[in-house]
Each structure stands twice: as structure tokens, then as C-alpha cells.
Nanobody, 126 residues
Framework: EVQLVESGGGLVQPGGSLRLSCAAS????????MSWVRQAPGKEREAISC??????????AYAASVKDRVATSRDSAQWTVSLQMRSLRPEDTGIYYC?????????????????WGQGTQVTVSS
């Protein structure tokens, strides 16, 4: 059974930082693309970044409003992927999801990822 479990969300003040983690199991993690996707209240899901199966750091960064403030990494030995965010803004508030695919390439479209975690809430507010 494929499982993706996100952690690390919470309440953070504007300008603060946060590190999200995703623990994977039940599929061939080392050959999978891993993506972070967020969904703000009332909006569609938006891809933030992706790491392809050959990489340990960000392969592609999306979401122009956040791409310069995030860093993604994966630890294939621990089967985890992380998202480090800094200079957080209220508009970064939302549910952050970890997603996985075996397409062989990163995609900005959330529909290309068949496996999803339950998400972790990030709230940026003073």
C-alpha cells in the first residue's frame, strides 16, 4: 500500500520559516518523482516543486510566488522528501501535500501524480 505522510505544518508568523517532511512507503521511492503541491483556501491545487528520481535536490520549481523561497530535498536512504520554506507570507497559507509519480519526469500538473498524502496545514499569520 502506497503511503505518503506529511508532517511539520503549523502556525508561523509572517517572515518565518518552516520545514515540511514527507515519509514514503509502499512503492519504489528511488525511481519515483516526488512533488510538493499546495492548496490555498478556495483555490485549486498548485505545484510548488518536484524532484525527479535521479536527484537529491530540486529538479523543477514552479509557483512563481514561492519558487525563490523554497528548497526541496530527498533522502533516498530514509525514503523522505522535505520542503524548506522561508520568508513566509499570509498568502502561503494552505494545505501542503506530498505527491508521487512514476512517469520518469517532473510535471507541473498535479493531475500527473497518482499518489498523495493527506496533507499538512500551514497557516501564516501574526
Amino acid at each position: 500500500e502506497v503511503q505518503l505522510v506529511e508532517s511539520g505544518g503549523g502556525l508561523v508568523q509572517p517572515g518565518g520559516s518552516l520545514r515540511l517532511s514527507c515519509a514514503a512507503s509502499g512503492f519504489t521511492f528511488k525511481y519515483s518523482e516526488m512533488s510538493w503541491v499546495r492548496q490555498a483556501p478556495g483555490k485549486e491545487r498548485e505545484a510548488i516543486s518536484c524532484i525527479d528520481y535521479r536527484s537529491s535536490r530540486t529538479t523543477a520549481a514552479y509557483a512563481a510566488s514561492v519558487k525563490d523561497r523554497v528548497a526541496t530535498s530527498r533522502d533516498s536512504a530514509q525514503w523522505t522528501v522535505s520542503l524548506q520554506m522561508r520568508s513566509l507570507r499570509p498568502e502561503d497559507t494552505g494545505i501542503y501535500y506530498c505527491a508521487a509519480a512514476r512517469g520518469g519526469y517532473c510535471s507541473e500538473s498535479p493531475t500527473e501524480y497518482p499518489f498523495w498524502g493527506q496533507g499538512t496545514q500551514v497557516t501564516v499569520s501574526s
